[in-house]
């Protein structure tokens, strides 16, 4: 339901536009120091401050983390580390006209009929703001990921048809002028991860992965190795390609994936008011990093 | 490690070349009238009895099913459902040779390094004939779903670059006869999923599905909806198509996902003796519709 | 680790004298109205309001819940429920002189091992604070289970070697005038469950239970049905005593268990100061009610 | 459901009177060599080889152990070991008169309510020859316990009001002649186990014992440390009493718990025809070392 991994047990909570959003990461071993400034850099990334085409709630109000437990003095105490950031800014007024209708391309509809009830605010859990604690628990994950010599690199590699990331930032501002939306493609590439990651039947580490990354909101497809695009290759060809995984297990080498993120239905263009973002992959960046380091260290 | 989901549990056993593969299938309700002559059908369809470029292994070798538990009467009694394959035509001599070599492209080395010990008698484990107890299961659990008016239906789409079923026999055909293999994409269609099956955070419908699917060997993607395809439409070409799911939840439509499976790297050109598939995708589309009933079967 | 239950999966988190202690509760359905004063009145019978022999701190530090997500107007959403009590009475320099030293028959010691960290705070999680937020998540599922036909009526029936419950409070006042402390047992009764609740092999309704409750703190042991007393009697004497439970299943009828509380060892005679419990089963009854809830709620 | 811990996770399956009761224990390393008289020795002593007043199907039917995979040359391979004892001596005749009936003080009524089906062979799964695969899974668990240095002991010290092991044959006999039952308690003790080995809130050491041995079926009761008895001595008296387990955490002293068995209801004088033990206490013992293996083992 809420909660990602049983060794570093992740548990979210906390609607877009209630009091709070937030965490609490269980099962991480006492003593390690924590990089908060990190985690603040990490939050901002998310929140596209120095993007463009990012909603303007994002650069209004600032993630704040209030640490209620499970560290003292900078260091874990291997206790559940519990953790909340306010919606300072939560105006449901913006969302009062939602109440009595649903938003098209949005799962308004599907949630009330699946809970007989809905939280009409601004999407309740299924918002982007619920990424927040994600990136919070994610970073504490990477952090211990990168003291054990593991690396985590996600990047944009794609937004519509164009594939140079020198012309992004121009491409989504011709959709964002257009009142429309274009989706994108994650690269994340992980280093350093030591050989017999994985299980070998249904734990397999691509699972895993696949599990972790098609949580996010907007995700329409995992790939690794030689992906879709392989199906053209004979066996022949590309017989040593292993993407870093064989047989559900990493051999040592760099591990690639690619996950695509569909363009958001709510878009001026679409009739739809309020905060939107043109290419939510881009913000999507921060936040394949955070579930790939969630999937990874269940594996420690 | 060896047992998919929690629900109905199953937890498959059995190396390839050892005594026998089986399983235990936990969690499924007492009175269900197990049909099985379509067990039988599905593992003929398994083993690729009426296709070509499949291995000769599996057409000399009936797999039958020894039923150990949890059915009297034709009906299942609520306990644990046990069941076994003995590997009768099982020759470990034919792999003798790789007692001190590893098969490129294959997972020997890793598992090797992750266990410190092997069954070098084909592949044990990683092997294509694991996948028959997950037939088994998955066709109780389809059976479940039918009589709840749940369909799956997956079927091959595309091989190489062809995408004309016609043709695939053809193509499949050119490999084998240069000793090379190619790839696959399956398709999957779900009819008749309840609106509200998944769940909206970390559980999401498309997670569950690609946990599953991405645990079937040599598979390498998994797409729904819009896919990879989709990252070149603008949200207003592309708001309306769902894939069936909205915020990881059914939404009464049909479910359509795709996976693609690369070609087996164990072929004559490559060096590699013994039996293989030119085309594993086409013995995979049974195995995609086992776990795909394995996994919607953890949400009724 | 700090989670209970796969259905309603109850997520502890928070040290004694940190910020706050407060849980997360997922897998609440829908809908469901939630009595925010029976929470209070719970919270009041756990900090022992209206009895002797329990620590000042109880009395001085009014619990308030403060409500994070998960309930709108009143009615549960389907999300996480999140919940705080702030510590406002955090006197960590009580604790101070406990810096470098073990309070004997704590568990401060063995921590300390486990973690190689220790927080000295009155004892950090390994404390009766804890059991509040175990006391809120109970409540609420006591009154789902309310909801359902089903009761849980937990009361002290022995204090010492006194079974006469108009005698206990004297009993315990006599141990606290001595600087000293005293067991008790906790008899727990639960009507209207369903003929059926439970699982025949490893899941029994008293395995479930006895998991339960002997993750109380203090807790030595538990019993039902016959229980230990029952040993000295032929089978021909006690056939028909289920205890409400045959075969690890309900049988319909009212389901009677027993268990133990030790006496606390931070007693003044033990030269321990701070504040502390004459009969910590006292404050256990509301305790033991909210982990049975929290155990019979996965069943529904 | 059937299965029991999450690390070395143990899958029991088979009814009394199928074709075979077995298990699949899944998440052993590889590499462990496997002492298989060890495995035949524990089970005859589970089938009371040497004992009187245990049922005569017990010595009629050697228990054969048939592995299915897992296990190459004597060491495990790291995958799941599956292995199955067939009933060969099943008679499910003589209970073709239970076809039609409930016996008193079994589960037979309450699984016919819970499933709308029922195995009225021999009571199906609810029969003690379950424990068999539970005896061979615990014993391959405390072998990995013993080269750990983790040594469990259990005996019997109470058979009804009797407390001295020299008299326990004959009180046993004397019920037996009467066509009766008695009740009994087992002690186990644990040593080795390293300091720190539980979690300090709801996975307390203690719990997850208590959880293992309440599965076993007639256990009525769960005590450690100072236990039910202790409820009449003062804190200052038992202070220093851990039992060896202290804030859910072992403090690397010795662990002593007791459980205690109600007899069977099955006995000629309440007019049960068919095999019975006249107190299963004593075929107990082996099973709660075997629970109590499978239980440490998840701590590893």
Chains 1, 2, 3, 4 share one sequence.
């Not at 047990?9 to 006492?30: K, M, N, Q, R, W």
């Not at 509809?109 to 919070?136: F, H, L, M, N, P």
Request: glycine content about 12%; aromatic content about 8%; charged content about 20%.
């Amino acid at each position: 339901m809420n909660t990602f991994g049983d060794k570093w047990s992740f548990t979210s909570f906390g609607e877009s536009h209630g009091a709070a959003i937030g965490g609490v990461l269980d099962g991480v071993p006492a003593g390690i120091a924590i990089n908060f400034d990190l985690i603040r850099q990490e939050l901002d990334r998310r929140a596209g401050k120095d993007q463009k085409g990012v909603s303007q709630r994002a650069l209004r109000e600032p993630d704040e983390v209030e640490w209620l437990s499970g560290v003292l003095d900078g260091r874990t105490l291997g206790t559940p580390i519990a953790f909340l950031i306010r919606n300072k800014d939560a105006r449901p007024d913006d969302y009062a006209y939602l109440k009595h209708t649903y938003r098209i391309g949005h799962a308004d509809k599907v949630y009330e009929q699946k809970y007989g009830i809905r939280d009409w605010r601004g999407g309740g859990r299924a918002s982007a703001r619920e990424t927040t604690a994600r990136v919070v628990a994610g970073c504490i994950a990477k952090q211990e990921l990168v003291a054990k010599g593991i690396s985590i690199q996600a990047q944009l590699v794609q937004v519509g048809a164009e594939t140079d990331p020198a012309k992004f930032t121009d491409t989504i501002a011709a959709y964002q002028h257009e009142g429309d939306s274009i989706g994108g493609i994650v690269e994340c590439r992980i280093n350093g991860l030591p050989v017999g990651t994985g299980e070998p039947i249904f734990d397999k580490l691509q699972a895993e992965l696949a599990f972790a990354i098609l949580s996010i909101n907007a995700c329409k497809g995992f790939e690794y190795g030689t992906g879709f695009g392989g199906v053209t290759q004979p066996g022949s060809a590309i017989n040593a390609v292993s993407g870093g995984i064989s047989g559900g297990i990493s051999d040592g080498t760099e591990v690639v994936f690619r996950c695509v993120f569909k363009p958001t239905p709510s878009t001026p263009k679409a009739g739809v008011k309020g905060r939107h973002d043109a290419c939510v992959a881009v913000r999507a960046v921060p936040v394949v990093e955070a579930m790939t380091a969630l999937a990874l260290v269940q594996f420690l």
